[in-house]
Each structure stands twice: as structure tokens, then as C-alpha cells.
């Protein structure tokens, strides 16, 4: 997919993975629109960006809304596409983690991992997916994490919210796909952010041994690999080498049941062409 005049709407655009692959996407000649909670990181952000995207003769907006707010949401992206023109391309990378042990984690705290994870990505998604299929045009990429492609120790809340964003790709993967939209999930590894530094406080001594010492990448690493996913209209994204081979991994028959489904799709739609020909002529 060719990015140059896109528009693209990023959620959790205003730090981390989100604002270093906004910048990708303007160097690349996208225009950019963000959305987070925190309007003054959102300013901060839309100035580091904007002299760039003048560079390239684009455009930067921002809206604040919060993802698990439904009517947030779809004021927020409602507003942008007003003010940039139809989404092109949707990335969700709002997101939040907080582990612990299992035993001594709230119940909110399992609510909240849900609530952010998979319903923020879930409502900016169906925010956008009817203009796609009208215009048979658009892409969205989905963050998830490693931790949506296997359990971690410490992290019962926020891995199934994760696992839960990997499901809901996968599934609307088969029905996007007869309308030109390409959908794609990403699966970073640990990365340093914000969200990574706020981790540390709370993970417990035996997730640290777990993950030894293996360096977190950048942002700016795994933003590279998202927008070359875009390019390239890949479904799984990863940016290192473990990750790629927990993907291949944990989906070996993923490919040759998806050919399967995509078959099957195509057979029924041709039947309901064919039988909706047959009551036009009668």
C-alpha cells in the first residue's frame, strides 16, 4: 500500500510506538491525525511532528478522547476525518499493561486491561470500518504483543486482553478481506517506552528472570516494521527475530486454514451473486 497522501489516524499517538511510527508515516508523506487522553502530550507530540509534515507537504491533527469511551472514540475519529479527509489507515496503539501476581492483582485492574486493550481497539475500529468498505479502500493495524501469542508469568490481566485483539484480527481478517481492506496485527516485544518504564514498578522478580537480559528494542525499531507491514500489507508484523519465530510458531496451519476460509467465502458470495442475479431476472 503506498502511504504518500494517506490519511492515517493513530490511537496512543502521543508517546511510545504511536508517535514513532506517526513519524515514519510523515517521512514517508502521510498525513497523520492522533488521539490520546492527555491534550498537552498530544500538543507536545504535534510539534515535533508538524515541522516535518510541512517538510513533506502534509498535515498533522490531533483529537483527545478515551479509547474505552464508545461515544470518545467515535467523536474523535469523526472529527479527524472532518478536518483530513477518510481514514486510509487506522493503527490502534493505545494500550496498557500492569502486572502482577495473579493473587494480588484487583479486579479492576483485570477490567481495566480489557476494557483499554481490546474495547479501545475494538471501538476504534468499528469507527472506521464502514467508510473502508464503502470506498473498497483502507488498512488497520491492531497492536497486540508478544504476550498475545503465549502466556507470561505475571501478566493474567493484560495477556488474555491481548490474546483477546489477536482473536478479533484474525476473525475480521476473512471478512475485511473480499472489500480491499488489509488488516494486520503487531507483536511487539518488550519496548522502551513510557508504558515499559511503568511496567517495571509492578513485575514480579520471576517475569524479570523470564525475560533475562534481553534488551528491549526502541520505538523508532518497531515503528520501522510496522510501516514496512502497511507497505507491504503484511497480516502478522514483528520487529526482531524471536518474535517473528513465536508467530510462525504458534500459527503453522494459520495459513492453510485461512486459504481454506477465504475459499469458502469466495464460494458462498459467488452463490449469492448468482442467486440474487437469478431474482432480479425473474
Known amino acids: 500500500m503506498r502511504l504518500v497522501n494517506r490519511h492515517v489516524i493513530i490511537t496512543g499517538g502521543s508517546s511510545g510506538i504511536g508517535l514513532a511510527t506517526a513519524r515514519q508515516l510523515v517521512i514517508r508523506g502521510a498525513s497523520v491525525s492522533l488521539i490520546a487522553r492527555n491534550r498537552a502530550g498530544l500538543a507536545e507530540a504535534a510539534e515535533l511532528l508538524r515541522p516535518l509534515a510541512r517538510k513533506h507537504g502534509q498535515r498533522v491533527e490531533i483529537a483527545t478522547a478515551d479509547v474505552t469511551r464508545q461515544s470518545d472514540i467515535q467523536q474523535a475519529i469523526g472529527d479527524l476525518i472532518n478536518r483530513s479527509g477518510p481514514c486510509d489507515v487506522l ?4 494500550g496498557a499493561s500492569h502486572p502482577g501476581y ?10 481495566e486491561m480489557m476494557e483499554v486493550n481490546y474495547f479501545g481497539t475494538l471501538y476504534a475500529i468499528r469507527a472506521v470500518v464502514p467508510q473502508m ?3 473498497r479502500l483502507g488498512a488497520v493495524v491492531a497492536i497486540s504483543s508478544v504476550a498475545g ?3 507470561v508469568f505475571g501478566y493474567t490481566a493484560y495477556a488474555p486482553a491481548k490474546f483477546a485483539v489477536r482473536g478479533l484480527m484474525e476473525s475480521l481478517r476473512q471478512e475485511m478481506k473480499p472489500y480491499n481492506i488489509t488488516l494486520s496485527i503487531a507483536y511487539p516485544p518488550d519496548t522502551d517506552t513510557p508504558q515499559l518504564a511503568y511496567e517495571r514498578q509492578f513485575k514480579p522478580q520471576e517475569a524479570t528472570r523470564i525475560s533475562g537480559t534481553i534488551k528491549p528494542i526502541s520505538a523508532e525499531q518497531m515503528a520501522r516494521s510496522i510501516v514496512r507491514g502497511i507497505i507491504k500489507r ?4 514483528t520487529a526482531d527475530t524471536q518474535s ?3 508467530v ?13 476460509f477465504d ?3 469466495r464460494q458462498v458470495r459467488r452463490e449469492r451473486e448468482i442467486s440474487e442475479g437469478h431474482s432480479l431476472s425473474s
Open 102 to 111: 495473579f493473587e494480588h492483582l484487583d479486579d479492576a485492574i483485570f477490567r
Open 133 to 135: 468498505i464503502a470506498r
Open 248 to 260: 510462525r510458531l504458534s500459527g503453522v496451519v494459520a495459513p492453510v486454514l485461512n486459504h481454506m
Open 91 to 94: 493503527i490502534t496503539s493505545a
Open 234 to 237: 503484511r497480516f502478522a508484523i
Open 149 to 151: 501469542l503465549i502466556g
Open 263 to 265: 475459499r469458502s467465502v
Open 244 to 246: 517473528a519465530m513465536l
